[in-house]
């Protein structure tokens, strides 16, 4: 190999060094501590607070009321939805963004939390994961906290220390397919240690 191309690539490697150490690290999610998502019979809004974020927004409409009714088991695990946001601002990095008509802010949201009977005032836990979206790219979040219901308003409660989403309980066919298949392997196995003893 002669010099000249040794030498490229000398340079060729610490260009391609360069180009891999200035790439960002991934941005981990922004963790809500303070504020709701909140549903009347006039309006939904949503104010969220983070570290380097503030989020408030607002939109008319009834989104809740008439849906469910008192006694009603409700599980919002998987539920979500999209939100094009055309009124209010986000606040990022010291950069404030404002949501308008012809340029929505668009929120992206997945909701988890344990099945649970619809009771006015009840304090269910949940967990958010969710992602502003618009010219400036993308922010991701996470958060969670209590899902309070009235007649009045549906409002998710972000808290700094939420109380955790239990893991859903197995229904009783699941129950039951699980302690059958267990049964079936106990009986296989006794009947393997008896046929081993036998002829020996």
Request: glycine share 12%; aromatic share 10%.
């Amino acid at each position: 190999m002669g010099r000249s191309t040794r030498l490229m690539i000398l340079v060729l490697t610490m260009c391609l060094g360069v180009a891999t150490s200035a790439r960002p690290d991934p941005i981990d999610p922004i963790v809500i501590t303070a504020g709701q998502m909140n549903s009347t019979r006039t309006d939904f809004s949503m104010t969220m607070f983070g570290p380097g974020l503030t989020a408030n927004f607002e939109v008319p409409g009834q989104f809740w009321f008439g849906i469910h009714n008192p006694g009603e088991l409700l599980d919002f695990t998987g539920s979500g939805g999209s939100i094009p946001w055309t009124t209010g601002t986000l606040m990022f990095g010291g950069t404030t963004y404002s949501a308008s008509s012809s340029a929505p802010i668009l929120f992206e949201y997945r909701l988890d939390s344990p099945t649970f009977p619809l009771v006015y005032g009840s304090g269910t836990p949940f967990a958010l994961q969710g992602t502003f979206s618009d010219g400036f790219g993308r922010i991701d979040v996470t958060g969670g906290g209590t899902i309070s219901i009235t007649p009045e308003a549906f409002t998710l409660g972000f808290q700094e220390n939420p109380p955790p989403v239990p893991a859903p309980i197995p229904e009783p066919a699941t129950l039951f397919l699980v302690a059958t298949g267990l049964a079936v392997a106990r009986m296989k196995k006794v009947r393997m240690w008896r046929s081993h003893h036998v002829t020996s």
